[in-house]
């Protein structure tokens, strides 16, 4: 079967922002106007289960109007096939936008036109930066009060250090919110009603715009002031892009054509020169269209991302691999989910053609995959197809060996593709059955929802044999068994949320540790000699081997790796995992006969926790970056509130008419954080935090969390 979309006519892109700036929304209309759906589903209209949008179908999505997994969707605009994913704003699922960028070839980042720039739209700038992500900046929500594309477009250079260049502004602000002056085209785009199938008439840019269209507010009557202003600022920023258009400008004042000027944003957009900014209100149905044509006019194809990065075994760069249907297969599994059809593995085709019934290799597990059924997701609904081409993105049904992150590839020419780096789940609980005859089905059922969310992990405790999970934030854990519920017909009960403290020391020293055990016939032996050092914050974990002269034979060094790496997950402290530092072998003896592997493995383990106990060990905490969103009226207590809680203060920001206290938190402090907020601020303050690092807990409350940890484990012992 020949390809249908030619590969420069595909646009793979994202949606991501900021919780609530308006993505799923968005997506909701973008699938309207292109007659992929005949009716618009709004976010508040689906609490009640009967409908949702097509996004945001989980039945968590519908009730709490979030969207909590990227959902992929597909359409067409001018004969342009765009493959579209819609990403969660909150922080507990960032897993989501993280996989999804790695994917995409190009985004639209949404702000909401009050806020701005939100400590997610900082976040998921960051890892778009990271994946190298082409974007363009979509200021929503400008019919709400206190919307100001300005200071958002301010922010987004401020904040975000990037350089936001409008390629539109927009006709009035708040209920007076009319359209926006196209600055390539220099025509206005007047809406007159806020129906969904209402059509813009298009207007010349004149001096008496305000006037005719009765715009009032003088901050928007300063802005259509300045359109000429913005115009030439367009103009110059395109003509960096194209030498020959600057020629024919500085000695023939040729101005570029719209098209001329449309082809320099690409360029400048692609290479990340600057990143134009759109303006509009889904909501109110004005401005999607617009955004649909700048995917299409700014936003790669594949062809444009000329070729994916290949790595080593070991991670490193080896090569590349060129976006073609020509060259051999390879593709990125990068989202697993279980439903109705059983496990999907969704794929991003690097290069190449898959058919139906295919053998390829998993070049990361060193496993073959027999491909069955393939098929297209919109949203959740699964369409068949035959084959899959350089570009696309699908699913695969019932693959036996691949999770999230691998590559699947030509077995005859096989390549890793570079993988995705998950963040660390920062809060734990403990799980189990409501109904402990239904353990098993929850084993199994968590199981699943384990490997379709590499944020989530799972863990048993080694004394108390208690099932722990840990995920990203509470919403993350309460979301994940709610979703057991549904998904897999069982029910869970979680214990408090704990903090993931982790252990590691202060001092280097030098440890001896000799085992030895002589019971009845053959004893055991081994005898090392390691120094532990303490390397900074996030270092991990590192061995090193420097014996001399086989003090310890050579077969037996891994035992002793091995040894400490799963002595140092049991801290000296309080039993949390024990990081940043190196373990290095210098010494050591043997036996011909009483020594072995075993013996090596033991000794290290004791090696550790004798050497570890006289280093100074300490307790690390998550602290975490916090952003409290707050009327001016409240901010001293929302300050005081927050120094009560070990926290420190970072900055305070202007977020349109309220004040945003930014600051380090002890991730254990912020317990009940919400519901202390609303009270004091009569629910008129917000807050959002994401993980910002490790550091070691005050002495008092060390000793405090120690003592709990033990009563803890004795109760579930006892
Ligand atoms: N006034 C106004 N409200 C909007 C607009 N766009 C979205 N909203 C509202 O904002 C709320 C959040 O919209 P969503 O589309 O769910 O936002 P989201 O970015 O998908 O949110 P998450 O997926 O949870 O991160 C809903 O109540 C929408 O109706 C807009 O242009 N104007
Ligand atoms: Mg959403």
């Known amino acids: ?240 892009q194209d030498d020959e258009a600057m020629e024919a400008y500085l000695t023939h004042g040729t101005v570029p054509s719209a098209e001329l000027l449309r082809k320099a944003l690409r360029k400048g957009t692609l290479t990340s020169a600057f990143t134009p900014v759109l303006c509009g209100s889904s909501y109110k149905n004005k401005g999607v269209q617009q955004v649909l044509d700048a995917v299409v006019d700014y936003l790669p194809a594949p062809t444009d991302v000329a070729s994916i990065k290949t790595v080593d075994a070991d991670g490193e760069p080896i090569g590349e691999r060129k976006t073609s249907d020509d060259e051999p297969f390879s593709a990125l599994a990068f989202k697993v989910i279980n439903d109705a059809y059983g496990a999907l593995t969704f794929i991003r085709v690097y290069s190449g053609v898959l058919t139906k019934g295919a053998s390829v290799m998993n070049s990361t597990r060193g496993k073959r995959e027999k491909i069955g059924r393939m098929v297209e997701m919109f949203a959740k609904e699964a369409n068949p197809v035959e084959e899959a081409r350089a570009g696309d993105i699908i699913a695969l049904v019932s693959l036996a060996d691949t999770e999230t992150g691998d590559t699947l590839c030509d077995a005859a020419n096989p390549v890793v593709l570079e993988r995705m780096r998950f963040p660390d789940p920062v809060i734990s609980v403990s799980v189990k059955a409501k109904v402990k005859a239904e353990q098993e089905k929850f084993g199994s059922a968590l199981g699943k929802m384990v490997r379709a969310d590499p944020s989530l992990h799972l863990e048993t405790d080694r004394e108390t044999g208690q099932t722990i999970l840990r995920g990203m934030g509470e919403l993350h854990l309460e979301v994940t ?166 926290g420190s203060i970072l900055d305070q920001l202007e977020r349109g008419t309220n004040i945003a206290v930014v600051a380090n938190v002890p991730l254990s402090e912020m317990f009940g954080y919400i519901g202390q907020l609303r009270g004091m601020t009569s629910g008129r303050a917000s807050y959002t935090m994401e993980f910002s690092h490790y550091e070691p807990v005050p002495r008092n409350v060390a000793d405090e969390v120690i003592a709990e940890v033990a009563k803890a484990k004795a109760a579930a012992l006892a």
């Open 481 to 646: 068994l709610d979703r057991m519920r549904t998904e897999f017909g069982v029910e869970g009960i979680m214990g408090e949320p704990q903090v993931a403290y982790r252990e590691t020391f202060t001092k280097k020293l030098t440890e001896q540790y000799i085992h030895k055990k002589q019971t009845g016939g053959s004893g055991q032996f081994a005898e090392v000699w390691i120094v532990f050092e303490p390397l900074e914050r996030s270092a991990g974990f590192e061995f090193v081997d420097e014996t001399v002269g086989g003090s310890v034979p050579r077969e037996f060094v891994p035992s002793v790796e091995k040894g400490l790496k799963i002595q140092k997950e049991d801290g000296v402290l309080a039993h949390y995992p024990t990081v940043d530092f190196r373990a290095t072998l210098i010494d050591g003896s043997f036996h011909d006969v009483d020594s072995n592997a075993l013996t090596f493995e033991i000794a290290a383990k004791a090696c550790f926790r004798e050497g570890i106990r006289k280093a100074g060990p300490i307790l690390l905490e998550p602290v975490m970056k916090v952003e409290t969103v707050t009327p001016g009226d409240y901010l001293g207590d929302v300050i005081g509130d927050i120094n009560r809680r070990r």
């Open 1 to 240: 079967m020949p390809r249908t979309t030619p590969l420069a006519d595909i646009r793979n892109i994202g949606i991501i922002a900021h919780v609530d700036a308006g993505k799923t929304t968005t997506t909701e209309r973008i699938l309207y106007y292109t007659g992929r759906k005949h009716t618009i589903i709004d976010i508040h209209d689906t609490k009640d289960l009967k409908t949702s949008t097509t996004t945001d179908y989980l039945e968590q999505e519908q009730k709490r109007g979030i969207t909590i997994q990227s959902a992929a969707v597909s359409a067409f605009w001018r004969d342009k096939k765009i493959n579209l994913i819609d990403t969660p704003g909150h922080v507990d699922f960032t897993i989501e936008v993280n996989r999804s960028l790695r994917v995409l070839d190009g985004a639209v980042v949404v702000f909401d036109g009050v806020a701005g720039v939100e400590p997610q739209s900082e976040t998921n700038w960051r890892l778009a930066d990271n994946y190298g992500v082409p974007r363009i900046c979509y200021v929503n929500k400008m019919d709400r009060s206190g919307a100001n594309f300005v200071r958002c477009v301010d922010m987004i250079r401020k904040r975000l250090g990037a350089r936001p260049l409008p390629v539109q502004l927009p006709i009035g602000s708040e209920d007076n919110f009319k359209g926006m002056i196209d600055l390539v085209e220099m025509k206005a785009l007047v809406w007159d009603s806020d129906d969904k199938d209402a059509q813009w008439r298009t207007l010349e840019v004149t001096p008496d715009l305000a006037d005719q269209l009765h715009i009032t507010m003088p901050e928007d009557r300063k802005l259509l002031a300045k359109a000429d202003q913005y115009r030439t600022e367009l103009v110059d920023t395109c003509l960096e």
